[in-house]
């Protein structure tokens, strides 16, 4: 393995932006920050909702990381509510006791756009088998009662009428606990595998997904799906569907990190993922 360049080496101690921030952010815009986290923190902008999180926690599709220093030194002073300027890609940070600044053209740009991946049914087998083998099922955040009304619906999707999906997508809007329910976990998930394969479904399922002009759950929820409906998606979940024409081993390896994500969030997405991979399957086992 070559070793890495003074310049690489730059970027990982200075962070990642998410190249959707350039269709996302206008040239000049007012926040506050909306939430605060052990290890990130949310900014509510007009038309975004921006996190900032460390390189180590993984770049959201939403925002930029930052190193370790620099952002505890923002998370110690910062307040609920405290202003933000978002200005000629430099972000400032208005905090009682100082002003931070963010240049985002010091950050390596990541391209975040849902990639096309072709999977064979012998790839797909794979992968199938992979979430089995790391029982993904159990690990989700949704109770019986759900997921047997959502998975005999997923089994036979194909079958669905417009107005029978819009009903499923909107029984699973803002289901389970916590910033991002389960049930829009696993939306994000289904969305970003049958985007990337090119499913004849994609097309009739973004369109109904699009009737929704408010998803009606939280908001770091809203702003994933609708990252994924304009072709993004978080990094740990765009390097899985790069792996998934990989061997199993690094097929698992990928669901790993995905899995790190949230309390559920992660298996959830991930089970999400799974149920698209059983329609290009057409197969019908979802656990």
Known sequence: ?????????????????????????????????????????????????FHIGNYSGGLSVLGITVNSTELNEILDNISL???????????????????FQIDLLDLEEVNLNIPKVNLSLSECVVVRDSFKELKIRSKIGLDDISLNYIIPRFNRIDDLNN???????????????GLTPSGDDMLVGFSSVLISSGNELTSRWLGVLN?????????VSTAYLEAVK???????????????????????????????????????TLFGMNLA????IGGSNNG
Do not use: C, P, W
Not at 2 to 27: A, D, W
């Open 1 to 49: 393995m070559m070793k890495k360049s003074l310049l690489q080496k730059h970027n990982e101690l200075k962070g990642e932006r998410s190249n959707m921030l350039r269709s996302f952010v206008e040239n000049e815009q007012s926040g506050i920050i909306d939430s605060i986290f052990q290890h990130s923190f949310n900014i509510q902008f007009q038309n975004l909702y």
């Open 81 to 99: 509510d405290d202003l933000v300027i978002y200005k000629n890609n430099v972000l400032k940070i208005y905090s009682s006791n100082k002003i």
């Open 163 to 177: 107005s029978d999906l819009r009903q499923l997508i909107g029984y699973m809007l803002g289901r389970g606990k």
């Open 211 to 219: 009737s929704f002009s408010k998803f009606g759950t939280t908001k």
């Open 230 to 268: 304009n072709g993004y998606i978080s990094k740990d979940i765009k390097k899985l569907m790069l792996n998934m024409k990989n061997d199993k081993s690094e097929v698992i390896h990928g669901m790993q990190d995905v899995l790190q994500m949230g309390h559920t969030s992660g298996a959830d």
């Open 277 to 280: 991979i059983n329609e290009i």
